[in-house]
């Protein structure tokens, strides 16, 4: 944003600032969900790469497409484990897992 923009939107009341201090979330938990989303990016990606639909990898995992899309989505709902379930099931390795995670 340039320096402009900033000015005239503080002049008029906004508080601008991160992510992480409007949620008011602890470094931890920013920690956490930049990984969950950074795994949630590499599942889509692995996915399309290795040219399985959401419903088959779904079923791949004894699970169901509308949680793969969740999984994709990073939804809150859905934990860590079965997202690196859902990658090692496509045939990531651990260390495609961890350029993924490097890039959080």
């Known amino acids: 944003m340039n320096k ?6 503080e002049k008029a009341g906004f508080k601008l600032g991160s992510v992480q201090e409007f949620l008011q979330l602890t470094n931890e938990e920013t920690a956490y ?3 969950k ?3 949630a990016k590499t599942l889509s ?3 399309k790469k ?3 639909t959401q419903l088959s990898l779904a079923k791949k995992i ?3 497409q509308s949680r793969v899309a969740k999984m994709e989505a990073g939804d ?3 934990s860590l484990d079965l997202i690196v379930h859902a990658l090692f099931a496509m045939g990531c390795t651990p260390r495609q897992l ?3 995670l490097a890039g959080a």
């Not at 402009?4 to 939107?9: A, N, T």
């Open 33 to 35: 969900v930049e990984v």
């Open 50 to 52: 290795s040219h399985f």
């Open 98 to 100: 961890g350029s993924a």
């Open 76 to 78: 809150p709902s859905v």
């Open 62 to 64: 004894h699970s169901s």
């Open 45 to 47: 990606e692995q996915r």
């Open 4 to 9: 402009e923009k900033r000015e005239r939107l």
């Open 37 to 39: 989303l950074a795994l």
